[in-house]
Every structure is written in structure tokens, then in C-alpha cells.
């Protein structure tokens, strides 16, 4: 059954601090806004159903408030290397010298080495490592599964009925292997490019190495935050997210490109069901270009880490999942924009997505 939806989009004007200089006369904000309220009317228009109308959030990276001094002196903070000694130390619960520790490799949010004729892996949760196997035998593969660690790490695993796992290495998809290294890596250790909305319904924050986002009630609409910087045209750009303990049937977070201005441009979603979708919003309608459809390269569930993949050159988009190609399609409208962040909740209060690392990869100009 068809309902009618009344949207009022609301524009969130602020400085970008990327590629220009602050003005040093002060805008007449109370004008704008006047302005910006006059200009907009509430729209009544039908949509499919289960299909919410989006909020779109112009954005550009706040100002940092001005510290206040203080005579006090904070403690040194500990190296990462530091703090998996110590974690280890916790873990094997026995008097051992941090000294014959080696912790020979960290790679973002995953680590391994070795102690006393054993071996360890550990991986960062929000500030803190974590211990995931220290020993000599084989790890069980529920251990290792939810953190991915490389194959060249842990070849090997346990099942939970106790039989030998030989792990491999997903194949990937020609056009990503021809990629080469990426324009530019963000890890989500500070706010950077990127909008913190704040909302009635959805909430960006960056806590522990992660771009939280926080879609607070069911039947919300889809919100993002467009970041600051320059249109882009053709690009690969590759999103790593971790769904909460809480996510299930279309509770959903992607990616929107192509953005001419913040109420319009293309969305890309997986859902907390093994769902993807491709969809434009052109300020007033939707349009499905890709509507859900079940896809077993996406991990469902709670928990669970999937890498969401937008590769567009020309009027052509790709979409990934985890390496895998999910499928082709054509765009007609607008040739270039910027890029943002989306989530929604449909089944959950309280939805929250951990955005770990965001890779871009400009393909022309």
C-alpha cells in the first residue's frame, strides 16, 4: 500500500576547510537560514513501500573549539607495540617478560608475533588490543573468521567439528587487481574529511579508530553526510564497515556519490540481510537502479565486517562486495559530485555501523 511521506529538507551551511581559506568576515548566519527556511516548502510525494525518505546533510568538517590551558601534564600514551605486549601479558595470565615479546607485524587494525617458541595474533577493538590465539596449535575458525586476517598469517584453522580448514584467498575481480595502490587511505583516527551528523534520528561520531554511525529509531529515513572536498567523476572508492551487536532484515549503510549538491545523488547499500541496492535520489523521488537483491558475498548478520566497493567511470557504476563483483549498471544523471557516508535503520533501535578505513582511488584527471 502506497503512503504519502512529507519531507522537509534542511541545509546544514558550514565553512569547508579543505583547499581554501577561512573568510575573515563573519557570515550573517541568522540571514541565511531565514533565507534558506523561506526558500524551502514541504513536498508530499508516494513512495514505494519500505522505501524512507532520506535526509541529506550538507557537510564540511567542523572547527576545532579552542583548548582551554591547563597546568596538568598527560601521561605518555603507550605505542601500539606497547600496548599488545601488554595485552599478552593478560592473556597467557603467567609471570612473563615483556622483553620476549616480538610483535613483528602490524597492519592496520591487525597484528601478529611471537613468544617463547609460540605465536600470537591480535586485532584493535575501539582503543584497546585484543588477544584473538597465542600458542603453537591450529586456531579454531570461529576465532580468526570475524577479523580476516591474511591467509599468509593463519593458513590454517579449526572447524567447529574439529576438521582442518585450508584458508584461501578470495579471487579478485581483474578490474580491482589492476587498481595499484590508492590515492588516498583514511582510517577513521580523527574526524578529517568527514561530516559528523547529528540529528533527531542519526548520530557520526569518531571513537577508537572508527567513524561511528548511529541510526537511533526504526523506520527512520536513510541519512548521510557529504564530505568536504572536490567533485570527483570517474573513481574506485572502497568502504570497510562493521556492523553492531544489533543489525538485522534491512537495517543498511553504504555509500552516496556523485553528489551535485546534498539533497540529490547515487546510493549504495548492504543490508544487514546479505542485501545490496543501488538507488537516486534526485531531491524529491526515488528511483531503484538495483533494488534489493540477496547476494552471498555480503556477510549478514550482527558482527560482521564487509568491504562495499563504488567503481564509476563514465555513465557506468560497478559494485563490489568483498572483491566480488555484484553487478553493472548505467547512470544518467549527474556526471560528477561529491561522495558521503549513508545509514538506516528499518528493524533496529539503536543502529550502529563501524566505518573502519574509507580508500580512494582517483581513475582520471
Request: negative net charge; charged residues 20%.
Amino acid at each position: 500500500m502506497n503512503r504519502r511521506i512529507a519531507v522537509v529538507l534542511s541545509l546544514i551551511v558550514s565553512i569547508s576547510l579543505f583547499g581554501c581559506s577561512i573568510p575573515t568576515a563573519e557570515p550573517d548566519l541568522d540571514a541565511i537560514v531565514a533565507g534558506t527556511l523561506q526558500a524551502l516548502e514541504v513536498m508530499q510525494t508516494e513512495f514505494p513501500e519500505n522505501t524512507p525518505v532520506p535526509t541529506a546533510t550538507l557537510s564540511a568538517p567542523l572547527e576545532s573549539a579552542t583548548p582551554t590551558a591547563t597546568s596538568t601534564t598527560a601521561p605518555e600514551a603507550m605505542t601500539d607495540a606497547e600496548q599488545i605486549k601488554a595485552a599478552l601479558v593478560d592473556y597467557v595470565d603467567v609471570d612473563l617478560d615483556e622483553s620476549s615479546i616480538t610483535v613483528s607485524e602490524i597492519e592496520g587494525k591487525l597484528a601478529r608475533g611471537g613468544l617463547q617458541g609460540a605465536y600470537f595474533i591480535a586485532a584493535k577493538e575501539a582503543d584497546n588490543w585484543i588477544i584473538i590465539y597465542a600458542g603453537q596449535a591450529t586456531p579454531s575458525c570461529d576465532l580468526i573468521n570475524p577479523y580476516a586476517f591474511p591467509v599468509d598469517w593463519v593458513p590454517e584453522c579449526l572447524a567447529a567439528d574439529n576438521t582442518l580448514v585450508v584458508r584461501e584467498e578470495p579471487d579478485q575481480h581483474p578490474d580491482l587487481v589492476s587498481l595499484g595502490a590508492p590515492t588516498w587511505t583514511d582510517t577513521m583516527d580523527t574526524q578529517g574529511r568527514w561530516y559528523l551528523v547529528s540529528t533527531d534520528n542519526t548520530k557520526f561520531t569518531i571513537d577508537g579508530g572508527y567513524l561511528v554511525m548511529d541510526a537511533k529509531d526504526v523506520g527512520g529515513s536513510d541519512e548521510w553526510g557529504v564530505a568536504a572536498g572536490a567533485d570527483q567523476t570517474d573513481f574506485y572508492m572502497e568502504l570497510t564497515a562493521k556492523t553492531g551487536n544489533q543489525c538485522s532484515g534491512l537495517d543498511r549503510y553504504g555509500l552516496i556519490f556523485r553528489v551535485p549538491d546534498p539533497t540529490r545523488g547515487y546510493i549504495a547499500e548492504f543490508s544487514c540481510s546479505g542485501r545490496f541496492r543501488l538507488w537516486q535520489w534526485d531531491g524529491e523521488n526515488y528511483t531503484g537502479i538495483q533494488n534489493w537483491q540477496l547476494n552471498t558475498a555480503i556477510l549478514a548478520g550482527s558482527d560482521k565486517e564487509n568491504r562495499l566497493g563504488v567503481m564509476v567511470v563514465g555513465q557506468q557504476v560497478k559494485l563490489f562486495a568483498n572483491d566480488q563483483l555484484l553487478g553493472e549498471y548505467l547512470l544518467d544523471d549527474y556526471p560528477q559530485g561529491r561522495f558521503g557516508l549513508v545509514v538506516g535503520s528499518s528493524e533496529t533501535n539503536d543502529f550502529k555501523v563501524f566505518v573502519d578505513t574509507v580508500k580512494f582511488w582517483k581513475l582520471s584527471g
